[in-house]
């Protein structure tokens, strides 16, 4: 092919493409050799920096442990009371401040402490020869005080002893638990009379640090000076069990004789557990001569100079792809207003014929062809800006705001559609608005207002529709208020006459005894169911009758009770009744119960000049009205049924009660209370 028949784009893209590819790769080789040195040398001092970290701070929890053995034996050296209780809740408190302690102790020479050891053979904390050797532990969960075992043998009793000196045992088993002690001498007058320390299970050391983590799969775990694995997180049969030189490793073995000798350092060797190749870093703790191991695989250590590398590739193959791209654009200016215009006009019309009306043609062109673009953006606005509009208006109407309104300054056929538009929402409007008044009436039991404006077609048919329901229901309302009225004076009538037959048949009883008392009982009754019907005729003036506001109902004859027993000007009647409507049927009778029993208070239950109360009360509960009156009087006599008495206003109450289909129950305490129950 010759070089004149290839294109000025496919030019530019080569000569461009191949400078960038020449200067990359010699500047991409350059940097990536000197970043991969500095990335290497800092994943080593990252990692020796972790494990230093955790070597300080394990040391610093080893500062800790035996300093509060230090404090333990000094008190004890310094102690005079030889009280074996106080120093008991000394061990005690020590070891519940200090959860990560196993056990707390002191051990004293046979009679070293107070001279009483026959005295404590057995004891608990002691053993056969009563020596004070207190261990408070937590060998198995809570903390139990057990007498110190195997001291005659053991490093941690016998080494200070021998030394006279504090001493942190080397790993051992105690009652099957793996530990250590920090232990230090008492002395008194510069002669060894026992011991103090505390006990530390290496277990907790074990679930620290199978918890470390390094990198992605990186662990660490814990030795003695002599190598002796004191954690694993993998291997937990190996702890207390091997050491770094049974690994029979060269790399490891030269590891542990870097950490019996108390060095730091690394090597590099490969995983028992896993088969990779790792780095083992180790720092040494001095407190304890141990000494901590991080072991990191060592493709997850240069992971990030992998992928450094791996970075700088992909951005020198990013630059070559982008300054391929930069040639492209180049290439591509110089015909592109031509090919755009054209693409225009293309998509225009592809999605015009798909009723897509929103494309507009780019006039991001050279200026020689800007017209072109612009004189057809400028057609397809005013063509599709009124049928926006209209869109907008019948979407407006559909969601219920019947004020929405065309706004648009069009002319011919365009403003012809806008103005139709408007006036239907016009008539729409008006006539839900004319319709909602007439429900709105209706919804305040106003029936008197009319549809005004009628739709067309089937809008007549709901407007007409709301009219007949509108006349109907007006035309029900007024029957009903003419049958409530109707209702009204019957039930009026009817407890007006049996009130008339109540006081007429208390007038001829009383004619059939000469007993003044007895005639004057008869004569208060028929004052009393004339005051009702007092109070009844002033109801029916001033309420519907259909039912009854009883507590204004009960105040109102009590008041009038009130006035017939001035003499009793003493007694305090009070009404505790909130605002409840009740039936004409029940609120009646139950009137007349509490006008004899309030009645029945005021003659019977007080002297004259006696201070007292009554009080009615009313509640609802479980469905049913609980009506109480009660007195603080002398009381209803105990060898009388209310039931059976000769008193005409009781036998009244109760055949009332029945009446109203409820019951009737009288406690006699401290006074008199009746109470009725009714539905």
């Known amino acids: 092919m010759r070089w004149?028949?290839?294109?000025?784009?496919?030019k530019l893209i080569l000569f461009i493409v191949v400078s960038v590819i020449i200067v990359l790769a010699?500047?991409?080789a350059m940097i990536i050799s000197t970043v991969t040195t500095q990335e290497e040398a800092l994943a080593y001092q990252q990692a020796i920096e972790m494990a230093k970290s955790y070597a300080n701070e394990f040391n610093g929890d080893m500062n800790t442990n035996q300093a509060i053995a230090k404090i333990i034996a000094t008190s004890m050296s310094n102690y005079e009371s030889a009280n074996r209780d106080e120093v008991n809740n000394m061990l005690y408190g020590i070891l519940v401040s200090h959860p990560s302690l196993l056990g707390t102790y002191v051990a004293y020479e046979p009679n070293a402490f107070d001279g009483k050891d026959n005295l404590y053979i057995n004891a608990v904390g002691h053993d056969a020869t009563g020596r004070f050797i207190p261990y408070w532990n937590k060998m198995n969960g809570p903390i139990k005080l057990d007498p110190l075992l195997y001291y005659e043998t053991s490093d941690y009793y016998q080494l200070p002893k021998k030394l006279k000196s504090n001493v942190l045992t080397e790993p051992y088993y105690y009652e099957g638990v793996f530990m250590v002690s920090y232990v230090y001498p008492i002395m008194k007058d510069d002669e060894f009379i026992g011991i103090g320390g505390v006990d530390v299970s290496l277990y907790y050391l074990d679930e620290i640090l199978s918890n470390v983590k390094a990198f992605d799969t990186g662990y660490a775990f814990m030795t003695s000076n002599r190598g002796m694995l004191l954690s694993h997180p993998y291997n937990k049969q190996w702890i207390g069990n091997r050491t770094l030189y049974d690994f029979g490793t060269e790399e490891i073995s030269q590891a542990a004789d870097d950490i019996k000798e108390g060095k730091s350092g690394h090597v590099e060797t490969i995983d028992i557990n896993t088969g990779k190749k790792v780095v083992m870093f180790y720092e040494p703790i001095r407190t304890g001569n141990f000494s901590f191991v991080l072991v990191v695989p060592k493709d997850e250590m240069f992971a990030g100079v992998i992928a450094l590398r791996t970075k700088l590739l992909h951005i020198s193959m990013a630059a070559i792809i982008f300054m391929a791209a930069i040639a492209y654009l180049i290439a591509l200016f110089v015909t592109r207003p031509i090919n755009q215009i054209v693409a225009g006009f293309k998509k225009i019309s592809n999605d015009a014929v798909r009723g897509k009306l929103d494309t507009r043609a780019s006039t991001d062109v050279e200026i020689d062809f800007r017209e072109i673009p612009q004189g057809l953006n400028e057609i397809l606005d005013a063509v599709i800006t009124p049928i926006r509009d209209t869109i907008r208006v019948t979407n407006a109407l559909a969601k219920g705001q019947l004020d929405a309104r065309s706004k648009l300054d069009v002319h011919g056929e365009f403003k012809q559609l806008a103005t139709t538009l408007d006036n239907f929402a016009e008539s729409l409007d008006t006539m839900i608005k004319d319709s909602n008044s007439v429900l709105t009436a209706v919804q305040n039991n106003d029936f008197s207002r009319s549809i005004q404006v009628h739709g067309e077609g089937d809008f007549r048919i709901l407007t007409e529709g709301i009219e007949r329901t509108r006349k109907t229901l007006d035309h029900m309302m007024t029957e009903r208020r003419q049958i409530e009225q109707i209702r009204k004076k019957e039930?009026?009538?009817?407890?007006?006459?049996?009130?008339?037959?109540?006081?007429?048949l208390l007038d001829l009883e009383s004619d059939k005894f000469k007993d003044p008392?007895?005639?004057e009982a008869f004569r208060n009754s028929q004052s009393r169911v004339i005051s009702m019907a007092l109070v009844h005729e002033e109801l029916y003036r001033s309420e519907?009758?259909?039912?009854?506001?009883?507590?204004?109902?009960?105040?109102?004859?009590?008041?009038?009770?009130?006035?017939s027993y001035m003499m009793n000007n003493n007694i305090d009647v009070k009404v505790h009744i909130a605002t409840v409507f009740l039936d004409m049927d029940v609120a009646i009778p139950l009137g007349m119960i509490v006008n004899e029993l309030v009645s029945n208070s005021f003659k019977h239950a007080f002297r004259s000049g006696d201070e007292g109360s009554i009080i009615i009360d009313m509640n609802y509960e479980a469905e049913k009205f609980i009506l109480i009156v009660s007195d603080n009087g002398r009381g209803f006599p105990e060898n009388m049924d209310f039931r059976q008495t000769e008193s005409l206003g009781l036998q009244l109450v109760t055949?009332?009660?029945?009446?109203?289909d409820g019951t009737i129950e009288l406690e006699r305490n401290h006074g008199t209370r009746f109470i009725i129950t009714f539905k």
């Open 4 to 10: 004149k028949n290839i294109s000025l784009k496919v």
């Open 655 to 660: 055949t009332l009660v029945d009446q109203i």
């Open 26 to 28: 010699s500047t991409t």
């Open 491 to 504: 039930i009026h009538h009817r407890i007006k006459n049996n009130l008339q037959v109540i006081s007429s």
């Open 544 to 563: 519907d009758m259909e039912s009854i506001d009883f507590a204004d109902y009960i105040t109102k004859l009590v008041n009038d009770l009130s006035r």
């Open 517 to 519: 008392k007895v005639i």
